[in-house]
């Protein structure tokens, strides 16, 4: 076992080269990067420019952060085959939809951000509320993803908890700095193969040594954890993500959507891609590989929890220690220092991500629009990275407060339940619906963003969020994720009847100026697509789309009889 005595990693010169090099790399891609820098949107944008399997694998390196690797193997051991719904049902269908139809919207129209389509489609007001709490959650997401890579740094030297943070924020800006969005997409490319790398040695060790995939389930004791649909009805749910209620609406239709669409982190890989039909594959194809990411995180979390003692429970490792623990319980060197580097650059990418949404929303949303316009784009190339050091250094404190949570994904399911859910809503009804008007759009986002915060409160005294319907005082019980999903519901229902309801007695914006900014309502200049010459069968976003979902119903179905 490569855990040395002082509960440090055993790593050997071998495993601490491997980091070496690719930390050169590294720092090697920001530096030539930065070289193709003359504009504020090859900084914040690689001028879009990029091919779209570059792109769809950036995207989804992008997502393979502390959110996905720590979090999900969390998941896994706390919540059992159930967490497959993070993939299967939260996430594919909403990266289908992003491709296919908001992709459109946000690459045709050339916007920088989420939070400048909706100062075109609603008011400054609108744009200023969205930018402002869109700045606050990547801080926040980023301070996860700091968080973890400290965890990382904090086993491999055994240094204090607060140093480890410390320094980690540092690795990242030094390349996101450097080398603005190409820096970032053209590392995460890199980072995508050094993670499969790190994790793929897990699985096939763990399972091995557990008897294969058939001896993982029969030495789970706690049959539940079995279950992903069954005893899941509204009620009287025994599942262990609750009813299917809050699974359906709260975690794949608003929290995914709401993610996936409105996520400008996510959405700022696909605008990078060279053309529309670059753009709208991103997504597209970065779902096949996250429909097969439940291998690499949930299963190893479900390892973790049959072969450590005590894992999750008193005086044993925390859920989000899954991944580190197993990789120095089953390791040898040289694929440690695989596994390391994998999971290194897989925070790295997770923070760089936040880091590079903040720069853009803070210059473009912010900055520019309301203190300091009209000024020259090198200046608003420098305030991007003097953004950038702003926002991880942030960062470094909202590290300390995901520290308190032993299983991450229910931090981070809070934050999206607060900030995406009732931007979804908004989004939604201004996209599809034209008569919404300006100022409904703002207190939408208001009184949804209100909403959210009051039914988390309110989540830890009702009884129907703990299992049996027993209300627990001291609130260990409460299952947390249940409690998010239906935050997200609530926050989704309360902006959208606010938006309605302002709408119907404020007066709408005409027609001539949403243009492009509405469902059927195509700006003068046509479909941007319309100019691009024609395409291979393989690349049809049609097909793309229908197969990713293909696959994730086929494995939905299939995990249904792994009893």
């Known amino acids: 076992m490569n855990v040395s005595a002082a509960g440090t990693l055993d790593v050997n010169g071998l495993d601490y080269t491997i980091l070496a090099i690719y930390f050169a790399v590294v720092v090697a891609i920001g530096l030539l990067a930065r070289r193709a820098i003359a504009t504020s949107e090859d900084f914040f944008l690689s001028g879009r420019s990029l091919p779209a399997w570059v792109t769809g694998l950036a995207f989804i390196s992008a997502n393979l952060g502390a959110l996905e690797i720590l979090g999900n193997a969390a998941n896994g051991a706390q919540y059992g085959f159930a967490a497959v719904h993070f993939y299967w049902v939260g996430a594919i269908p909403a990266m289908v939809f992003l491709g296919l139809f908001m992709m459109p919207f946000y690459y045709g129209n050339k916007v920088h951000s989420v939070p400048e389509y909706l ?177 690499l995180t949930i299963v190893p979390g479900m390892i973790a929890l049959v072969t450590i003692p005590h894992f999750g429970g008193a005086g044993g490792p925390a859920y989000n220690d899954a991944i580190p623990e197993l990789m120095g319980r089953l390791l040898p060197n040289g694929v440690l220092g695989i596994a390391l580097t994998g999971l290194l650059a897989a925070f790295m990418a997770g923070m760089a991500a936040n880091a590079s949404g903040f720069n853009t929303v803070f210059t473009y949303d912010i900055w520019k629009p309301y203190i300091a316009r009209d000024r020259s784009d090198r200046y608003y190339l420098n305030v991007g990275r003097i953004a950038t050091v702003v926002g991880i250094l942030i960062s470094v404190g909202t590290a300390f407060i995901a520290s308190g949570y032993g299983n991450i994904m229910n931090y981070i399911q809070l934050l999206f339940s607060f900030f995406n859910s009732p931007l979804f809503a908004t989004f939604v009804l201004g996209l599809f619906w034209k008569r919404t008007t300006p100022w409904a759009g703002f207190w939408g986002l208001v009184a949804g963003t209100a909403a959210a915060a009051a039914m988390h409160f309110a989540a830890f005294h009702i009884g129907y969020f703990y299992p049996g319907g027993h209300l627990d005082p001291t609130h260990a019980t409460i299952n947390a994720q249940m409690a998010n999903f239906y935050g997200a519901i609530v926050a989704f229902v309360v902006d959208a009847l606010v938006t309605v309801a302002v709408t119907v007695v404020t007066r709408p914006r005409p027609d001539s100026e949403l243009a492009g900014l509405v469902w059927r309502l195509p700006s003068a200049g046509g479909l941007v697509e319309a100019r691009e010459p024609r395409r291979h069968w393989w690349e049809s976003e049609a097909l793309l789309g229908s197969s990713a979902l293909g696959i994730a119903l086929v494995l939905s179905i299939t995990v249904l009889f792994v009893k």
Not at 177 to 188: D, F, M, P, R, V
Not at 224 to 231: F, H, N, P, R, V
Not at 237 to 251: A, R, S, T, Y
């Open 119 to 295: 100062r075109r489609r609603f008011n400054a007001p609108t744009h200023f509320f969205n930018a402002l709490t869109f700045a606050v959650a990547q801080v926040l997401i980023a301070g996860v993803n700091l968080y973890a890579l400290a965890l990382v740094v904090k086993s491999l030297l055994g240094w204090p908890l607060w140093l480890a943070i410390v320094v980690s924020a540092g690795l990242v800006l030094v390349y996101i700095t450097l080398g603005g969005l190409s820096g970032a997409i053209y590392t995460e490319v890199l980072q995508f193969f050094v993670i499969l790398a790190g994790l793929i040695p897990i699985v096939v060790i763990g399972l091995h040594q557990v008897g294969g995939f058939g001896g993982l389930v029969d030495r789970v004791h706690d049959r539940t954890l079995l279950d992903t649909w069954q005893q899941s009805g509204v009620g009287h749910w025994k599942n262990p993500l609750g009813d299917w209620l809050g699974l359906v609406l709260g975690e794949g239709f608003v929290l995914s959507f709401g993610y996936w669409t409105t996520n400008f982190a996510e959405v700022q890989r696909a605008l990078s891609a060279k053309d529309m039909s670059a753009a709208r594959r991103t997504p597209l194809i970065g779902a096949f590989p996250k429909i097969f990411f439940p291998l």
